[in-house]
């Protein structure tokens, strides 16, 4: 996929769970991305982040958290104040030409 | 409000024959126009990107084709192939260029049967 990877490939969220969605590249991309794809729906943007130690909201930011500690690793945080979680996570990076990599994703569903 | 509108929704072919998907747009100011095939259960993989300035821009089996006046866009497959079965999503993107500016439609499932 790219050169990115996504972990875990499922996840399961109880009621009042924050849970964390890693997404690592070994690309050397700048920038990296957080969409949420829902059926019948275009993906949307979540959160972005051009550069280390530097994010900013998307779209549909409310309810999740983002870091980026690393050049390597943009994780996201699908925290309890999400109350419709359940989608297909999609962590992206951004090539030459914006070409944009995706990772495999992670389908979130709430127990 | 930016949007893009792809159709058919879903498709179903036999294998060997062509088609063609269809795009269209109201991103305003237009940069470039992707497509993209995602599998299921996977992430999108691009085909192709186009500027205002190019009409068309194949990838083997898949040609892309471009109004920028009209506004639209074709994604045609030639000879489908079973493993050409996926969602094609269109994509397009703001004058900015940049990922965050990008306003994704809600794609059109293939199927290709024997």
């Known amino acids: 996929d790219g050169g990115i990877t996504q972990s875990p490939k499922y996840l399961f969220r109880k009621e009042g769970q924050n849970v964390t969605l890693s997404c690592e590249q070994n690309l050397n991309h700048d920038a990296m991305y957080w969409y949420r794809q829902d059926p019948g729906q275009g993906l949307r943007l979540i959160y972005y982040?051009?550069?280390?130690?530097?994010?900013q909201k998307g779209d549909i930011a409310e309810g999740y958290s983002v870091s980026r500690e690393k050049k390597e690793s943009f994780p996201l945080t699908v925290t309890s104040a999400q109350k419709n979680p359940t989608a297909f996570y999609l962590c992206?990076?951004?090539?030459?030409?914006?070409?944009?990599?995706f990772g495999s994703g992670t389908q979130l569903s709430v127990l | 409000k930016n949007q893009v509108e792809q159709s058919p929704q879903s498709l179903i072919i036999l294998e060997g024959k062509n088609c063609t998907l269809q795009c269209n747009y109201t991103v305003s100011p237009f940069s470039n126009l992707r497509w993209y095939k995602q599998d299921t259960g996977r992430g999108p993989v691009s085909l192709t990107i186009?500027?205002?300035?190019?009409n068309t821009k194949s990838n083997g089996r898949y040609t892309a084709t471009l109004d920028a006046d009209t506004k639209q866009s074709s994604l045609h497959i030639t000879a489908s192939q079973l493993s050409d079965s996926a969602s094609y999503i269109c994509?397009?993107?703001?004058?900015?260029?940049?990922?965050?500016?990008?306003?994704f439609g809600t794609g059109t499932r293939l199927q290709v049967t024997l």
């Open positions: 992206a990076s951004t090539g030459s030409f914006e070409k944009l990599f």
């Open positions: 186009m500027t205002f300035s190019e």
């Open positions: 994509v397009v993107s703001a004058a900015t260029g940049t990922a965050s500016k990008l306003t």
């Open positions: 982040s051009q550069i280390v130690n530097d994010f």
